[in-house]
């Protein structure tokens, strides 16, 4: 291990600053393998002494998930407090960050290990949980089935649909457009005549209901004067405008994201979070609202240039700002964190389109989320939750629902939104209906273990090298380990009919009560309407 400070020096407008203010050098131990802070490539882990990669977290959390952190499989660790950049090349590992220190050392002798010195030194979990619903019942999500067309007509359909077909009611996500602006959080009278009607009639079919929301605010409208005349937005580096009938001259930031050009919250002022609190906090009180799907927030939208209230801050930051406002609110959901672990909210894979490649991403890539300490996760929705994948046309691959719903059934959280009734076969559907039905079944089983998480900071379900750290499980991929002793083997590839399960040392009943000797690799058959899983008996 090779620490340097550095001494390298760039010109930005004139004047020296180090290139980076402190650096790590590592070699990759033999047999050693390593998992990294980025969520959205879990797949990719671990990495090895053949590895060639590079990311830079600073203002970039890769659309998901993100923690500066580096785990070995030999207990090794690195941490810091602020955004670092990791290469692999060759055997070499070279940390760098633009400031602050990066801690590194030696914890035991396995990724469990290591995990477990990172959590109490780094992120303890606080005792508490998001809404146990998250957990019990499966989630729906109104996304894909309405798109931007959300209304109360379509919304109560969609969720009699959820009733009449037999599943279980649980959190109902009302997604994007809902609101009659960014920033301007009110049902669109357009689309809702009666939003507390509408709400009361989802709480009587037994849902807790969320509501999507953004950072960002609609430029030019009412609240978008109001916001930039009290020194609530981000702003321009400009700062200040001079133009005739302006009504501020405060000059706010435009940042361009995935539905146009919009200011944003400048949520490291004070002010500016008593503003937002109070708009969601209406919602609730006048409609009965019992929580909010955060999205946006990623770094990469404050990494262009705005000046915020709180100065001497990353753009990473601003997503630790973002996503520490939904402590307020136990029902929550979020996409985009920083820095988040061992704090009670849900956190959701990024969207991923209805591809088999794609699902067979979920299972790394949640394993990623729990190497990095997030325990209270889930998958994308239910197969794939990208809205392009099921437009006008789109050819759906009913196998892949299939098995991407018994990839959820036994994962922390479950969630859907396209209707599997609409688009399934009526046989197909009916494993579908199925699994959610299992994860009802296991749902307080996973509370306790949320409950355990938020004590310990010991993930819900991990990858086999954690669970079982001495077995040399580095590379398996796809299966997992829910609590300490029940191992999950989905199907991920298409046509599969058979597949492999590693079972370590043990006696091991599948759930067809057939009884394995561990020590070994399995061959089972895998049905299309079969998930196996297996549990330690002793």
Known sequence: ?????????????????????????????????????????????????????????????????????????????????????????????????????????????????????????????????????????????????????????????????????????????????????????????????????????????????????????????????QLAQDGLLLLDPQKTQNILWANTKNKAAVIRWWNGASACLDLSNPKTQAWFKEKLDYLVAEYGVDGFKFDAGDAGFYAKGVVSWKRDVSPNDHTQFFAEFGLNYPLNEYRASWKMAGLPLAQRLRDKGHRWEDLAKLIPDQMSQSVMGYAYTCPDMIGGGEYRSFLNGAVIDEELVVRSAQVHALMPMMQFSVAP?????????????????????????????AMEASKTGEPIVQPMAMAFPNGEYEMVKDQFVLGHDIIVAPVVEKGARSRSVILPAGTWKDERGDVYTGGTSVEIDVPLKRLPYFELVK
């Open 1 to 225: 291990m090779k620490r340097l400070i550095s001494t390298c020096l760039v010109m930005v407008a004139g004047v020296q600053f180090s290139a980076f203010a402190d650096k790590l050098e590592l070699k990759v131990l033999d047999g050693e393998y390593w998992w990294a802070g980025l969520s959205s490539k879990g797949h990719e882990t671990p990495y090895d002494a053949s590895s060639k990669v590079s990311y830079d977290l600073y203002g970039d959390n890769q659309g998901n998930q993100a923690q500066p952190l580096l785990l070995s499989s030999k207990g090794r660790y690195v941490w810091s407090e602020q955004p670092i950049k990791y290469e692999f090349n060759a055997g070499q590992i070279t940390v760098t960050t633009r400031e602050g220190k990066i801690d590194s050392g030696t914890q035991g002798e396995t990724l469990r290990d290591a995990y477990g010195h990172v959590v109490k030194s780094y992120f303890p979990s606080d005792g508490k949980i998001p809404d146990p619903l998250l957990f019990t019942h499966p989630q729906y999500n109104t996304w894909i089935e309405l798109m931007y067309d959300q209304n109360e007509e379509d919304i109560l359909a969609y969720a009699q649909a959820i009733i009449d077909k037999g599943y279980p009611p649980g959190v109902l996500m009302i997604d994007d457009n809902w609101q009659e602006d960014y920033g301007t959080w009110e049902f669109s009278p357009r689309r809702f005549q009666d939003p507390k009607g509408m709400m009361d009639k989802l709480h009587a079919m037994g849902f807790k209901v969320m509501l999507w929301v953004c950072p960002f605010v609609s430029a030019d409208s009412a609240d978008f004067r």
């Open 421 to 449: 009734w609409r688009i399934l076969s009526e046989k197909n559907e009916q494993m579908c209906h199925e699994m959610a039905q299992l994860h009802l079944e296991m749902g307080e089983h996973i509370l306790d273990l």
